[in-house]
């Protein structure tokens, strides 16, 4: 259904107010701004402000939905033939070598990071980020695998991977906090996640490998189809 104007206007003003305030916020440390500054840089009253943002942490945190569900997104869009943590070496390389942010290793970051550590609020809502994310990851890896519910493995292999890539990305953020450049940065995580998927590869590796046969099925290929196509 094509967005109406009304509700066209409403996600462009969440927008406004979430991307003004996060320029405050990087500039003066999340503590040091208000509601009201943010109400008054944003040209909109405080309620405004509280009728998209319930707290002042939900405008720092403004895409946590989506952070939350991008660990399922690339289980859920694996290839045939791919593990997860196969899964999520691929991503993690491609999200390193083109900057995107999702792994928090993009331009940037390393202020977003100070910011983080300067408040305690802040801290607390990312971890609490960091369990909704693993939470939601160990429930897709639950329902690919077919995994029961007192079945932990794939809770484990959620925690396994989510360390890892933090560990890496907060390697990164340290690294340029300390004045390194991007460049000279990329390259060193790139040899440091190699390394470390490879041990992921070792113990989980092949856990939650999409199937070739499954994959063809759901594409409507009878498994004789599927047989003979491999055969060719």
Known sequence: MEEGLRERKKRETRQRIADVAMGLFMIHGF?????????????????????????????????????????????????????????????????????????????????????????????????????????????????????GPDDLTPQLVADQILSTTRLLARHAIRRKMAGEQWPQIWADVRAQAAGAFDLLESGIGGYGRRSLLAEAAQQGESAEEHDEAERR
């Open 31 to 147: 503590d040091n701004v208000t509601v009201a500054q943010v109400a008054r840089a944003a040209d909109v009253s405080v309620n405004t402000v509280f009728n998209y943002f319930g707290t002042k942490e939900d405008l720092f945190a403004d895409r946590q939905n989506e952070v939350v569900d991008l660990s399922s997104k690339v289980v859920r869009e694996r290839r045939p033939g791919e593990s997860i943590v196969a899964a999520f070496r691929r991503d993690f390389v491609d999200a390193l070598e083109t900057g995107d942010w999702r792994y928090g290793m993009n331009e940037g970051a390393e202020v977003f990071g100070r910011v983080v550590e300067e408040s305690p609020a802040l801290i607390a809502r990312m971890r609490e980020v960091e369990n909704l994310s693993g939470a939601n990851l160990a429930a897709v890896i639950a329902e690919e695998t077919g995994a």
